[in-house]
């Protein structure tokens, strides 16, 4: 192999490789995890504690009405 061949050969791993960081970090931004249950779900289908900063709880089922009876049970419950 030559010079320019191995330096197409890296050009094609480099770009492989930024794809797929991209791709993974794209993914992430579309999943979260339910802080009750523990379940990995699109974020359209949790709702964010406005309470708390960072938390996400399913918006369906027994998750919202656990969290906020453990954390929050002096504040109305609005979900």
Same mark, same amino acid.
């Given at each position: 192999?030559?010079? @320019?061949? *191995? !330096?197409?050969?890296?050009?094609?791993?480099?770009?492989?490789?930024? $794809?797929?960081?991209?791709? #993974?970090?794209?993914?992430?931004?579309?999943?979260?995890?339910?802080?009750?249950? !523990?379940? /990995?779900? @699109?974020?359209?289908?949790?709702? #964010?504690?406005?309470?708390?900063? @960072? /938390?996400?709880?399913?918006? @369906? !089922? *027994?998750?919202? $009405?656990?969290?906020?009876? #453990?954390?929050? =049970?002096?504040? =109305? *419950?609005? /979900?």
């Amino acid at each position: 192999m030559n010079k @320019d061949e *191995l !330096g197409k050969i890296r050009e094609e791993i480099e770009a492989l490789r930024t $794809w797929r960081n991209l791709s #993974r970090e794209e993914v992430a931004e579309q999943l979260e995890v339910c802080a009750v249950c !523990g379940r /990995v779900r @699109d974020r359209e289908h949790l709702v #964010r504690c406005p309470a708390c900063a @960072d /938390v996400f709880i399913c918006e @369906d !089922g *027994l998750c919202a $009405w656990l969290h906020h009876a #453990r954390l929050h =049970p002096s504040t =109305p *419950l609005t /979900v």
